[in-house]
């Protein structure tokens, strides 16, 4: 697709070439974002970055994204929205911040919320998560980092673990792996399995799946685990709970035991679910897997504003 | 008067000469506000953003003029204020500021804050609403678009709907207009009137002005309508309320009927008061309204700054 | 000490040499501070902002500091953080944020924190405040404003006076005091004397000091008053308080018939401790206390990023 001008609202609008046509950018903004470099391309652009649920790992990345190509952001945080309190919709505030801004960044609780505002903006409007919905831009640093990580994506085997039904990062992710020739295996309790309509998508598709109920299963056939937090509040018995959390945490040992170079993804915060002794390995990517999203978003800004 | 050093108070300060020059210079800034040239005008500056009640439209619009005019912005916004919290005084905190910032946009729910802190400020403050009290940049940005929307203000009829009795920006913009050969028609629910001073007040100054009671009656007169919201927190009675809402909602059918080529104007938000069938009309003229607060807002920075 | 990279947490960590060349530093940026220069020596760099307590007067001055060295800050305050509520550690918070920025900024209501950051962190943190514990910008502020409102620091004598048990300013004072040839009074209600083992720090190092429990005693025989709020929530018997409170307010005419020509020094907010008459006097330094803030800011900054 042309970029220039174009939402970012959904993974389901991107094909094959577009996702390798991001990565490409992106590594071109490598040396910026890791501060070896610095840029103006973006000067004089302004970026609003509207959250409208607190999300300060997505907004920091944006909005380090945009100042270190030179450009400026407005900002709003959680509570600020007082025309909303008072029964504006979200096509009216969007007319509103087109004539602020370049490009707007949207982070909302309600799913579709972001293509609402697109639709009453003529700007490009990024979704930042949308609830229950969409957030593109962590599946395309997803890819980006596999793509770093191991050189290339197709041919990989990627393990998803941990709670694969509620989890929005893993099916977001599905849905960009779907273009490329990878094999993926499900780990999660019985509770908490990869919906079906997911599964169907990628038998469609031709995509290689295999489901398994515990970690070391998987572990040892796979390049890359890509962990997701089990939520407390989805279980009504809190005993279960305990008990399916912990056969998910991915430990040093369990690790060491089963595929030591395996390379270790999660969307973070994590909260126990990878234990910190594994940090220390060299396949333990977490860390540059969020770096790699001011790379992607500088990637994005610049490809919605024509500037690439 | 010379702006330069200047607090933007009231709009009781401006003479029409100085109005005049405000929409001047604001014109001079319309490429860079509409995006299509960048300005460094107030590189080196700071303008603190002080917004102890969220208004996120006006604090948006001056920071975003202060950003496209190359200058910079520290914030606060609402339960920030952890000095105020602990009991300091608006002149205090003003001597803060001024060590830090070369102007302060404040918004502040008390009527005369603005005004307090300006006594303690050696740089320009500037008040972005306080409260009951004044909103001047608003009428000024009103008076601005009326100038663009029709090339004049002297020889226009004004129509002003809705809650006029509450309305802080229809009484401002009556504080501006009467510097002008205007005439303005007041229409309102009996309960929402106009205040007797602000009638008292055009009546010594000479500005014609006619009271009706249903919106029918002015449209076909008037060149412009500037509507405003019924809010329900006014009325005991919730029925009554319902009722003279819808009495004062602008609908497509209703302009078509009585002025299609009205201009319609609104501070923002709406909450129903204009059709979202209203927007396709020419004369509406609502975010374009939105959008000249940037503009304006550049002439009050660059002016009091002594930029221009 | 080597500035480059180092993290600020502690007022501990300065020898006298590194007081002095923080203040000789400071003293090179005033023409900046002061808005009659402007400089791009921190361009292209990134200051995270994290006030996980919110303290407008401390966000404000580091960030005006970076603003004014031509760098970019990105904030987050008090209820933004998601990914803490979410329960993320401040190691794994420090890890992204290190990915984001050159340098990060850090407030937080719990004594360590700042050093659990910098455990995290590979870019500099400097410790904004951390609970019971440190504040160590705000003391290097008050050695700098020693110096530029005295000429010197060797052979004052310097009065502390309000609550001295809980006021972490005055405790940090003392920490960098003790590196110079002064003579200390502490003045203050039984109930809030200096704790014991800054005492026999002092008198470990050969600091003169003296205890007295009126303001009147040590006025007579000091250079400088450094006065701090005495806190209701400290005490059981209101009445007791209230008496203790104004016992310790300075008043215009308390200084003039004791000392007219003292330096009134004060970390801010002051609520009612200094009376607003004392404003007018030559020595009322608080508020060129507190623009000292931004020069100081700085000038660490510019340390620990290399850049002097």
């Known amino acids: 697709m042309d ?6 609202l959904s993974t389901e609008q991107f094909s094959k070439e577009d996702i390798l046509r991001i990565c490409d950018v992106a590594r071109t903004f490598e040396a910026i974002s890791e501060k070896r470099q610095t840029s ?3 000067k004089g652009n302004v970026m609003a970055s509207l959250f409208y649920e607190p999300s300060t790992r997505t907004r920091f990345s944006f909005e380090t994204a945009m100042k270190r190509l030179g450009g400026q952001t407005i900002t709003a945080v959680g509570q600020d929205y007082s025309s909303l309190a008072k029964g504006e919709s979200l096509w009216d505030t969007a007319k509103m911040v087109e004539a602020y801004a370049d490009v707007i960044v949207v982070r909302h609780p309600t799913e579709g919320s972001a293509a609402e505002m697109a639709r009453g903006a003529n700007v490009p409007v990024l979704n930042g998560g949308d609830g229950p919905g969409q957030h593109p831009t962590q599946a395309l640093l997803d890819m980006y980092t596999l793509m770093k990580e191991k050189g290339k994506i197709d041919g990989l085997t990627i393990m998803m673990s941990g709670d694969l039904k509620y989890g929005r990062t893993v099916h977001s992710l599905c849905m960009l792996l779907r273009h490329f020739d990878v094999k993926i295996i499900f780990s999660s309790p019985e509770e908490l399995k990869m919906p079906t309509n997911y599964l169907d998508d990628l038998r469609g598709r031709g995509v290689a799946f295999e489901e398994v109920l515990t970690l070391e299963e998987g572990l040892k056939k ?20 305990e008990r399916l959390k912990l056969a998910f945490v991915l430990s040093r040992d369990l690790l060491e035991k089963n595929h030591s170079g395996i390379t270790v993804m999660h969307p973070l915060p994590r909260v126990g679910e990878i234990a910190v002794d594994v940090d220390g390995l060299p396949g333990a990517a977490y860390f540059r897997q969020a770096a790699n999203g001011v790379q992607v978003r500088m990637a994005l800004l610049a490809l919605v504003l024509g500037k690439v």
């Open 3 to 8: 970029f220039k001008g174009q939402d970012i």
């Open 222 to 241: 796979s390049d890359v685990v890509y962990a997701t937090r089990v939520q407390g509040e989805r279980f009504e018995d809190k005993e279960q709970y």
């Open 40 to 42: 103006e391309l973006l």
